[in-house]
């Protein structure tokens, strides 16, 4: 079946980094874009990062455009999240995903930005 385990997350201080991995199986990886979305406390789903199969084609969200940076191992069916500067505000539960809305996710792993 299909499967997307994260992991990575933990607390770090504002200014801190983090790299955040995704490894799929039950599904042709390399042939789909993946997503990362994420959930703060009390709110919704929001999307945070987009690519393509290849890995040439990135997106992010405007909160963290310049300071996340995805990118994919398709031969290790991994996808990955670096966060770098990370705010108290970034503080979430990260999920990667199979689409932008993050109904096809995984289990998450968690975020914490604070001092």
């Known amino acids: 079946q299909v499967q997307l385990v994260e992991s990575g997350g933990g607390l770090v201080e504002p200014g801190g980094s983090l790299r955040l991995s995704c490894v799929a199986s039950g599904f042709t990886f390399r042939m789909n874009w993946m997503y990362w979305v994420r959930q703060a406390p009390g709110k919704g789903l929001e999307w945070v990062s987009s690519i393509n199969s290849g890995g040439g084609i990135t997106y992010y969200a405007n909160s963290v455009k310049g300071r996340f940076t995805i990118s994919r191992d398709n031969a290790k069916n991994t996808v990955y999240l670096q966060m770098d500067s990370l705010k108290p505000e970034d503080t979430a539960l990260y999920y990667c995903?199979?689409?932008?809305?993050?109904?096809?996710r995984g289990q998450g792993t968690q975020v914490t930005v604070s001092s």
């Open positions: 995903s199979r689409d932008v809305a993050g109904r096809l």
